[in-house]
């Protein structure tokens, strides 16, 4: 049993953890407990025999009802061991009280007190998320080298996808951009949004320099920030907005030629399916939140951030994309030079 319910990206950064479980277990049933905001990201993944659908909440075991429905939910499962990447002492202490005799897990600042085998972390060191989460195997003896993110892009998704680009009149080779992200259950993070001024002028730098059409994708909430973009634009341009699960929209960044997004789960997805992938990043450290994947990019100017998780950078009220962030012309280059090389 792997315990991570929410988010995209935390979801997506978890996947070399199913990768090391499934490497060292060849035959075990492995079960994923994961929220219905994240399920469809990982619910057909070839390494995964089942789903714990833990509800709609990012942590469900933080009301008092949703504490004792998990751990029924653990019981029922009669299963020999818990693999927990939630730094929470509830999810520690719902855990403990599963009965599941071999419970594996993060120990952030004694908040792993639940666990029999615990993975010690600094949480104010300056370590990528899926190393962190690799700790947890780790402290199992398992083997976790060569493992990188990893969604399969599944075969229904990809004729999804060509039969939108066909819809759109689009063919690849093509540029799939998406301006929105930053929203999650509990968490509403919109600073981690490059403008829409300096994203449409990315957009059509990176299209022009590049020879190839510009599309733009989001969700259907998305719909104001895509035509934010639009307008800035010297001319429309093909959008997909609403319509598309997480893995149709994944596969369609796949026949891109480059996607470039947010630091959003999302484009930690598309990075995971194996799609050529730059990520903007401003007020969340790359050193942490990086697509951990080997084809990507971070666009991001060096700055100084506020030491911790999201949670410290949410915290940052002072970031400014235009004094702080890199500048449109700044991330083509690095683009281009990446492309290129």
């Known amino acids: 049993m792997l315990i991570l319910p929410c988010c995209i990206g935390d979801v997506v950064m978890a996947t070399p953890v199913l990768g090391a479980l499934r490497r060292a277990y060849p035959q075990t049933h492995l079960t994923w407990a994961v929220g219905g905001w994240s399920r469809s990201v990982i619910e057909n993944h070839p390494d995964l025999n089942d789903i714990l659908d833990t509800g709609a909440a990012a942590l469900p075991v933080k009301s008092l009802g949703g504490f004792w429905r998990f751990v029924g939910q653990l019981r029922a499962g009669d299963f020999d061991l818990a693999v927990s990447l939630v730094r929470s002492p509830l999810m520690s202490a719902a855990v403990a009280l599963s009965r599941i ?15 029999t085998i615990r993975a010690a972390i600094d949480p104010t060191a300056e370590r990528h998320e899926s190393e962190i989460y690799l700790d947890v195997p ?4 398992l083997d976790v080298s060569g493992l990188w ?19 759109l009149g689009v063919k690849p080779p093509f540029l799939l951009m998406n301006p929105a ?3 999650n259950p509990g968490m509403m993070f919109d600073a981690k949004r490059y403008p829409p001024p300096m994203f449409a002028a990315l957009a059509e730098g990176l ?9 733009l994708i989001g969700a259907g909430s998305d719909a104001p920030i895509l035509e934010a ?10 959008a997909v907005v609403g319509g598309l699960t997480l893995p149709q929209a994944a ?3 796949a026949q891109a030629a480059l996607y470039v997004g947010n630091d959003t ?25 990086a697509p951990y994947t080997p084809d990507s990019l971070v666009l991001w100017k060096p700055t100084s951030l506020r030491s911790g998780g999201v949670a410290a950078a949410h915290d940052n009220e002072t970031w400014d994309w235009t004094r702080d962030g890199i500048a449109p012309q700044d991330a083509q280059s690095q683009v281009l030079a990446w492309v290129q090389r």
Not at 104 to 110: E, I, N, Q
Not at 138 to 141: F, N, S, V
Not at 207 to 215: D, F, H, I, T
Not at 265 to 286: E, F, W
Request: hydrophobic share 40%; net charge positive.
């Open 101 to 115: 005799p071999h419970r594996a897990g993060l120990d952030s600042a004694g908040r792993g007190f639940g666990y």
């Open 181 to 183: 992200g930053g929203s």
């Open 229 to 238: 973009v639009q307008h800035e634009l010297p001319q429309r341009v093909p």
């Open 251 to 253: 596969a369609l960044a």
């Open 207 to 215: 299209s022009r320099a590049l020879g190839v059409p510009l599309v």
């Open 265 to 289: 789960g999302l484009t930690h997805l598309v990075a995971a399916s194996g799609a050529k992938t730059a990520m903007l990043m401003g007020p969340t450290s790359p050193q942490r939140y």
């Open 138 to 141: 780790r402290a199992l003896g």
């Open 149 to 167: 993110a990893s969604i399969p892009v599944q075969s229904e998704s990809r004729i999804a996808a060509r039969a939108i680009l066909e819809g």
